[in-house]
């Protein structure tokens, strides 16, 4: 059993020292611990405090083929979208795919929303649940309806930490990532999901992707988290994508219909 890729890593892109390396020592960590494959995913654009700027894609593009010309690893580009508004809209727009290669999405804080209302009844809300620790049925429905509809809109590929800081009806969502071939992430930092929430997913036909989040280079390739839950639940592995696999990506199927 081994683990081929990492999809979901962080750089310098990922502003005011949020994520500590460059591109090239991310790319290097993960050759060393023998992935073949690697995605630079920083924040979204809308992530007020570490998002990554679009004037920076160019930058970011060089630093990623520079770093395919100095180890003998494939590295995507990719970005952690953010979910920004109980609609499903997420930070990017048309003009942007055109440069992604890999799609994640996620809640996060701190993020720009599409009005002030949203704010207040998305971001704001979900904050404050999390500190209370407690998310009511009407909340948890309404971030379940933001999922669903992100998926149907956008064309992504992962679900990052799926129920951390942004509870949802973890089996409705779980239905239409099967429907839309959307993964879920079982995150090496956090598992926002339980153990039955997991199984759950499995039983709902999800395919499942191991990945890192890592902040810094020698946390790239450390998804023991991840890892743990899928000895621990006995999962198979034939619905973990990267496992002894590499997987084919939304925009590269595309590729290939077209």
Known sequence: ???????????????????????????????????????????????????????????????????????????????????????????????????????????????????????????????????????????REINTNAYINAMRKYDIDILTHLNHACKVDVEKVARVAKETNTLIELNGKRLGMTDEEIMTCYKCGCKFVINSDAHSPNRVGDCHLGLQAVLRLRLPDSCIVNYNNIPTLKKERQKKRS
Do not use: W
């Open 1 to 139: 059993m081994a683990l081929l890729a990492d999809y979901h890593t962080h750089t310098k892109y990922s502003r005011n020292h949020h994520g500590k390396g460059t591109v090239a020592q991310n790319v290097r960590a993960a050759y060393e611990k023998g992935l073949r494959q690697i995605a630079i995913t920083d924040h979204g654009f809308n992530q007020v405090m570490f998002g990554i700027r679009r004037e920076d894609i160019p930058a970011l593009k060089r630093d990623i083929e520079d770093a395919k010309e100095r180890y003998p690893i494939d590295v995507l580009l990719g970005v952690e979208a953010n979910l920004i508004s109980s609609q499903g809209d997420i930070d990017i727009v048309e003009d942007d795919l055109k440069d992604i290669d890999i799609l994640l999405c996620g809640f996060h804080r701190l993020v720009k929303s599409t009005s002030r209302r949203e704010r207040l009844k998305f971001i704001n809300k979900n904050v404050l649940c999390e500190f209370f620790g407690h998310t009511s049925k009407k909340q």
